[in-house]
């Protein structure tokens, strides 16, 4: 699909507001499923039903004041948190959003969001390194590590999708899933290759900084972690990413493994009703579903938070390097035996 | 019409960063600006059609290799380099000047030789930069130096272990 310039800028626009308004929409979310699970109401004082905190909030955080330690490098200090970001916003453009509604549809989107998770790390890692503070020091410091360790893990599952569908696009990716042989769901990743699913969630779970991943920001241990010496909206851009983080990686979760936009049964839907095909009410059904497969791996994000406690850091190494890339490994080669003796024997066409 | 203003501006990005490495006094300003050097280079694949290729450079190098850097590097904690003497504006711009004219000599005797390579616009580079085309070369005419490349990766992988092994056994 060839839009001009003027429609993508438009789109990229509504999307970055959309993930903007998302991350209010998430806070708000997370401290009433937080309230639930551990049995008490959450926020309930600002607006019906405590709506309006999250607005409360960035008011407040707007209207701080902004300290920046002394002796820090004061550019890089600043830099940290609009990287963060500006890289977590970057990965929705590559996501298709519905057929033929992609930003960037590149020949290799799938190793672009690996590239840019894997810069993602420079945000924290920075952000650690110029406070000038040893709680923040340590923070950016186990952050790059923890990265380092599962980003490996995290591009083993994510060869695994890419030997199956055969191209590095993730239109294609998609669009396979609804592909050749697929029963309705049955054709979504996660059941063609569900080790690698579930080592793809885990380690998302690592690349986001989120519990039981958050030892970068380890409140008991390290004060804030990397963002210790942060105030007023800079801290809340940190807030921000981490939000916007983890609900990008929820669609590039679906889009991999759970048929990103496809609606269930999407033939079956479309041969029932025929006038359905090509209509942008089936567009609009298509964004529907994404939303509502991605909504609810946010949910996991915030379920695992609030019930899970946080690992050490050798069982965070130990898990990183001595069981998920082993595994992933294992699970490639099976994959790339499985496919070669396919072409070889001519399996299924 | 936008190729050649992309290709000026992220090649001036990267000479402007490699100069910056050099010069930083601080260990993490240095390595900064080897990202941001990195970048543009892999920003110069893109400008090329060689997405495969910049993708990678970004996750292999920008990715991996400099968080281990910043790593090490924040780590050890290095205090920043004393600046040693002030270097003097007029022989940087000497420096400078002279450069430029031995840039402009040689191209012109180049010129002049017809020794210039010939400029293969974008079209071949737009075949041989996707994926599957790259895959294909690798794995069909050149899948033995790309074995060999393999082994000899194993081999400098297996040599870093044993020499991070307190005692060699």
Wanted: neutral net charge; aromatic residues 14%.
């Amino acid at each position: 699909m060839d839009l001009p310039l003027y429609w993508v800028a438009l789109i990229g626009f509504a999307i970055i507001n959309f993930f903007l308004v998302s991350a209010s929409v998430l806070v708000y979310y997370e401290r009433k499923v937080s309230g639930w699970i551990q049995n008490r109401p959450g926020p309930n004082r600002v607006g019906p039903w405590g709506f309006l905190q999250p607005f409360a909030d960035v008011a407040k955080l707007i209207f701080k004041e902004d300290i920046s330690p002394t002796a820090s490098s004061p550019f890089i200090h600043s830099l940290a948190p609009v990287l963060m970001v500006t890289i977590a916003m970057t990965t929705a453009a590559l996501i298709p959003f519905a057929r033929g509604f992609v930003i960037v549809d590149t020949e290799v989107s799938a190793l672009l969001v690996l590239a840019l998770t894997s810069i993602a790390v420079y945000g924290v890692t920075l952000a650690g390194w110029s406070s000038n503070s040893k709680f923040s020091l340590l923070g950016g410091l186990r952050s790059s590590a923890q990265m380092i360790s599962y980003e490996l893990a995290m591009g083993l599952s994510v060869l695994t999708v890419v030997l199956i569908t055969g191209s590095l696009r993730l239109v294609d990716i998609v669009e396979y899933q609804n592909g050749p042989g697929a029963w309705g769901i049955l054709g979504w990743n996660v059941f063609r290759a569900p080790i690698a699913a579930l080592i793809f969630i885990v380690t998302a779970f690592a690349e986001t900084n989120r519990a039981p991943f958050d030892l970068p920001e380890a409140e008991q241990e390290l004060v804030g972690g990397y963002h210790t010496e942060y105030s007023g909206m800079k801290f809340g851009m940190f807030f921000l990413a981490e939000y916007v983080n983890f609900f990008v990686a929820s669609f590039v979760i679906v889009t991999l493994f759970f048929g990103g936009y496809l609606l269930p049964w999407e033939d079956a839907l479309l041969s029932a009703l025929p006038g359905l095909k090509d209509s942008v009410l089936l567009g609009v059904l298509q964004v529907l579903s994404l939303l509502l497969k991605a909504a609810f791996f946010a949910f996991v994000f915030i379920w695992v938070r609030w019930t899970l406690p946080r690992f050490k850091y050798q069982q965070l190494m130990t898990l990183g390097w001595k069981m998920l890339l082993p595994i992933a490994l294992a699970n490639v080669v099976l994959y790339a035996l499985f496919f070669t003796f396919k072409a070889l024997l001519g399996w299924g066409g | 019409m936008l190729a050649p203003v992309l290709f000026f501006l992220f090649a001036a990005v990267a000479i402007a960063a490699s100069i910056g490495t050099l010069l930083a006094r601080n260990p993490v300003n240095s390595a900064l600006s080897l990202i941001v050097n990195l970048l543009a280079v892999a920003s110069l694949y893109l400008t090329l059609n060689a997405a495969f290729i910049g993708i990678v450079q970004v996750l292999v190098y920008a990715g991996a290799i400099m968080v281990l850097f910043l790593f090490v590097i924040m780590l050890l904690n290095l205090e920043a380099t004393p600046v040693l003497e002030a270097i003097d504006k007029r022989i940087l711009a000497g420096y400078a000047g002279g450069t430029l004219l031995l840039g402009a000599i040689t191209y012109l005797l180049a010129r002049g030789l017809g020794a210039l390579p010939t400029f293969e616009i974008a079209e071949s580079a737009a075949a041989t930069g996707t994926p599957r085309a790259l895959a294909l070369n690798l794995f069909t005419t050149y899948a033995l130096p790309f074995e060999l490349i393999g082994l000899l990766l194993l081999v400098a992988t297996i040599g870093a272990v044993m020499i991070a092994k307190k005692r060699f056994v």
